[in-house]
């Protein structure tokens, strides 16, 4: 399924007034046309004049419904001059960002379309050729009042630039618009990216290596006219495809290389030359390893530093003699895309190891019925467009990008994410970054539950392990095996080789024992296993992978040990059986999506792929240099004031509030120097129940919080109650870490209308860099709305007993919100202060990203 990033632009100056209808029902068919979902395509609108303003960020909304309801709620924005260079910037810096929804590093297209009614007062070819270089397809409409050459610069291609006489007949080029976004992408698989390359026409490096052993000499002939039918569908030139070709059986050779031949029909000529090499035995891994060192190379051709596709076309008529694991493994970690095409003589298991992903590996009963795949291979061959790790230092601005995206593994803060950038443009330890590297433990459910069907675990652990290469300076796994308590069966430093590895898993016996204890494992893995002492390289950057098989429901409770572990930035993925608890196993994972299930153990090969594609999807690595993260660098850390209305207008439903407090203070990690917690009530005045400071361990706080009692009073001054926690509780003295860079959050349960001015004090506290969230009632929404930092920060229930129909939607803003501290200038010797303005920062969640400015 096709997938797009689309980001609208509009000019909401006052030169458009009377025509924005206009252009906001011309967004809504667009968007009308569009396979908005989580999955399918997510849509961002931002709208300026003098400074840009977002409406929604292409992850606000993964339901078309939602959209189309926020656009139609658009008003014109209004103000003067009309500075569109800014607003490409701020789009560039703020909305095609992952913190922000965006897809890029998952390659998924970056759209933008400019409506822009005038000519812009700043300048505008920097920010768009920033927007280029990034990736990102620019389209750009104007009226006859725009610049039509201003938006031919600002568009990648000048017939990206339309024009109507004023947007009311903007219909008039809907259709021409819809037409070139669809002609201009190749869309890639789940797995791959997609590259736009010289505008509409992609590259690619393919190389041809053939199984020319004694037992494919009667099938020859055919492989060789299945490559000239290849050859032919391909757009042969030197800055275009490129394509070699190499035959081996023993020993393998090469016919010709990628810059051997120009032109379509050197190549033909030199396929239809092609002898039998001839020979045996069958060494297809040696043949891998040659085309690795000797053709996909920039000597002999290969463009991969400059990120041109490199594909690999393997006809093998039999099983190797040799090993192919090392030579496959190296492939793909070169980002070598290897499709394997095998006859009644080859072995699929093999072809499906050696191929880049196990659905790339196709079968024939005999090679003269290639013809038969032949157009499924050119159609995936056409499609995919892999990402390339570049092993020279050209640094762009798209890999600068991703490596600030990448920083989701360690949530490093804003200082050390442009240290890695700084390293990634100066240091010799690049080949470090681009090579993958992976700690991995695998926690087992040992328990009496799931004795029969543990040996399917344990082989189910076996393959998976297969995938992966296992050395010190690559990926290391460990293996935990619990039940009532957890034991480790090895660490992620015991061994470091495969075979070392696979002995000890094929070894494993079923632990038994009852009751099961899920979150002490979890914990136990937390505190033993990624630990640097026991070979975690968590501090290096290294992506830290928990596997979970878990065949029941756990009798402790398991979400503390779930949130350290997300904290600590474990990517956890949980597989469960009947007997588990799918609710449970969700909120184990880094993210729900993670969470996978199958009838038995038995089944467990049914999901071992889309596993594999999961871990091979989100584990990117920065390898930062010296100075070494410590954990206080690289763990969260929160601030959070609850400010709760406690007027007598909300006696009723108070103990609903406080419950609410409780479950949210749950998901915390509340420590002295972690996450702070503090509680405010107020009615006519407010009163503070604990400071930040008051509590350093969650027990305390938890405690504390069952025992409050509703205040009373009136009437309710919410305006004095935000003063009052600016001025008395968001202070070095009542614990505010706010000059030390750590977020404040502010949480506002308000059931009624404020009786005093609310506006002068909420920007007072906007301005201070505190982000506000709020929830209130039929009686209080719109004006929370005002309070929060953004109308998407602010959710709405009929009454505080409806909060739990709330609490997820509002988790999730929240940690969308963590990572938006900007840093301005110092306020005192040594310190800085942080700002997070929606106009000069955007959402961002610690569970994709660490959106850093």
């Known amino acids: 399924?096709?997938?797009?990033?689309?980001?609208?632009?509009?000019?909401?100056?006052?030169?458009?007034?009377?025509?924005?209808?206009?252009?906001?029902?011309?967004?809504?068919?667009?968007?009308?046309?569009?396979?908005?979902?989580?999955?399918?395509?997510?849509?961002?609108?931002?709208?300026?004049?003098?400074?840009?303003?977002?409406?929604?960020?292409?992850?606000?909304?993964?339901?078309?419904?939602?959209?189309?309801?926020?656009?139609?709620?658009?008003?014109?924005?209004?103000?003067?001059?009309?500075?569109?260079?800014?607003?490409?910037?701020?789009v560039r810096d703020n909305v095609f960002t992952a913190s922000s929804g965006s897809r890029l590093v998952e390659g998924v297209p970056q759209l933008l379309i400019l409506l822009s009614g005038g000519k812009s007062f700043d300048n505008v070819d920097t920010p768009a050729s920033s927007l280029k270089e990034l990736g990102v397809l620019i389209f750009a409409i104007g009226s006859r009042s725009s610049d039509s050459r201003e938006l031919q610069k600002i568009s990648n291609e000048p017939s990206y630039a339309l024009s109507v006489s004023d947007f009311a007949d903007l219909p008039s080029v809907q259709q021409q618009l819809f037409t070139n976004i669809n002609t201009v992408f190749v869309e890639g698989t789940s797995s791959t990216t997609t590259t736009i390359a010289e505008g509409r026409r992609q590259r690619r490096d393919v190389v041809f290596l053939l199984d020319g052993s004694d037992a494919t000499r009667n099938g020859f002939p055919a492989m060789k006219e299945f490559v000239q039918r290849m050859v032919e569908k391909l757009e042969v030139s030197e800055n275009r495809d490129q394509v070699s070709v190499v035959q081996y059986s023993r020993d393998p050779e090469a016919h010709f290389y990628l810059n051997t031949f120009k032109t379509k029909e050197k190549i033909l000529d030199s396929v239809r030359g092609l002898r039998h090499k001839g020979g045996r035995p069958l060494y297809t891994g040696a043949a891998l390893q040659y085309v690795i060192d000797n053709v996909f190379t920039a000597s002999s051709g290969s463009r991969r530093v400059e990120g041109v596709p490199q594909i690999l076309v393997l006809l093998s008529g039999g099983r190797s003699f040799d090993s192919v694991e090392a030579a496959a493994?190296?492939?793909?970690?070169?980002?070598?895309?290897?499709?394997?095409?095998?006859?009644?003589?080859?072995?699929?298991?093999?072809?499906?190891?050696?191929?880049?992903?196990?659905?790339?590996?196709?079968?024939?009963?005999?090679?003269?019925?290639?013809?038969?795949?032949?157009?499924?291979?050119?159609?995936?061959?056409?499609?995919?467009?892999?990402?390339?790790?570049?092993?020279?230092?050209?640094?762009?601005?798209?890999?600068?990008?991703?490596?600030?995206?990448?920083?989701?593994?360690?949530?490093?803060?804003?200082?050390?994410?442009?240290?890695?950038?700084?390293?990634?443009?100066?240091?010799?330890?690049?080949?470090?970054?681009?090579?993958?590297?992976?700690?991995?433990?695998?926690?087992?459910?040992?328990?009496?539950?799931?004795?029969?069907?543990?040996?399917?675990?344990r082989d189910f652990v076996q393959r998976v392990v297969e995938q992966y290469t296992i050395e010190a300076n690559r990926d290391r796994v460990s293996v935990v095996q619990y039940s009532r308590e957890a034991e480790v069966h090895f660490y992620l430093n015991s061994h470091t080789t495969k075979e070392e590895v696979l002995d000890r898993?094929?070894?494993?016996?079923?632990?038994?024992?009852?009751?099961?204890?899920?979150?002490?494992?979890?914990?136990?893995?937390?505190?033993?296993?990624?630990?640097?002492?026991?070979?975690?390289?968590?501090?290096?950057?290294?992506?830290?992978?928990?596997?979970?098989?878990?065949?029941?429901?756990?009798f402790d409770s398991v979400d503390a040990a779930a949130s350290s572990l997300k904290e600590l930035g474990v990517l956890t993925f949980g597989i469960g059986s009947r007997g588990s608890d799918s609710r449970e196993l969700q909120r184990i994972s880094y993210d729900p999506s993670y969470a996978l299930s199958v009838t038995d153990f038995s089944e467990l090969p049914n999901v071992q792929e889309q596993l594999l594609a999961s871990v091979q999807a989100v584990a990117m690595p920065i390898t930062p240099a010296s100075p070494t993260l410590t954990a206080d660098d690289a763990i969260p850390r929160k601030d959070v004031v609850f400010l709760l209305d406690s007027s007598d207008g909300t006696r009723n439903t108070f103990p609903a509030m406080r419950d609410f407090v409780q479950r949210v203070v749950e998901l915390f990690n509340i420590e002295a120097n972690r996450d702070r917690v503090s509680v405010v009530q107020y009615s006519r005045d407010a009163e503070v129940n604990f400071y930040l400071n008051t509590y350093a361990t969650k027990g305390e706080i938890l405690n504390t919080v069952r025992g409050l009692r509703h205040r009373g009073g009136r009437p309710l001054n919410t305006g004095a109650a935000l003063q009052y926690v600016r001025d008395s509780v968001f202070t070095a003295s009542a614990g505010s870490r706010k000059q030390e860079g750590v977020p404040q959050i502010l949480i506002l349960l308000s059931g009624g209308r404020s009786g005093d001015n609310i506006d002068t004090p909420a920007s007072t506290l906007k301005e201070s860099g505190i982000l506000i969230f709020g929830i209130g009632t039929r009686n209080s929404s719109r004006e929370v709305q005002r309070i929060a930092n953004d109308p998407t920060y602010a959710q709405s229930i009929n009454e505080f007993s409806d909060l739990p129909s709330v609490q997820q939607q509002f988790i999730s803003s929240l940690n969308n919100a963590l990572g938006q501290v900007k840093p301005m200038t110092p306020t005192v010797a040594g310190k800085t202060d942080y700002h997070t303005s929606l106009e000069n920062s955007t959402l961002s969640s610690p569970c994709k990203a660490c959106r850093r400015h």
């Open 329 to 457: 493994s190296s492939l793909k970690e070169l980002g070598i895309l290897t499709f394997g095409i095998g006859s009644r003589g080859s072995d699929s298991r093999e072809l499906q190891r050696i191929s880049y992903d196990p659905n790339y590996a196709l079968s024939v009963s005999d090679f003269s019925e290639l013809p038969n795949v032949q157009e499924q291979l050119l159609a995936s061959v056409k499609a995919v467009s892999i990402p390339i790790t570049p092993t020279s230092q050209t640094v762009t601005a798209q890999r600068v990008n991703e490596v600030m995206n990448r920083c989701v593994i360690l949530k490093v803060y804003e200082r050390y994410a442009h240290y890695l950038v700084l390293m990634m443009l100066l240091s010799p330890l690049l080949a470090d970054y681009v090579t993958p590297r992976k700690d991995i433990v695998f926690l087992l459910d040992g328990s009496d539950g799931t004795r029969n069907s543990f040996p399917a675990m």
């Open 1 to 90: 399924m096709a997938r797009r990033d689309v980001v609208f632009l509009l000019d909401g100056s006052d030169g458009t007034r009377s025509s924005f209808p206009a252009m906001r029902d011309f967004v809504e068919r667009m968007v009308e046309r569009l396979n908005v979902s989580e999955k399918g395509d997510h849509v961002s609108v931002v709208q300026y004049s003098r400074d840009p303003e977002a409406h929604f960020y292409l992850n606000t909304y993964s339901r078309k419904e939602d959209v189309l309801d926020t656009l139609r709620g658009l008003m014109h924005k209004g103000g003067r001059p009309l500075n569109t260079g800014a607003a490409l910037q701020y």
């Open 505 to 554: 898993v094929r070894g494993l016996r079923h632990k038994g024992g009852r009751p099961l204890y899920t979150g002490a494992a979890l914990q136990y893995v937390r505190d033993n296993v990624f630990t640097a002492s026991s070979g975690s390289r968590w501090l290096e950057g290294v992506p830290q992978i928990l596997i979970l098989l878990s065949g029941g429901r756990s």
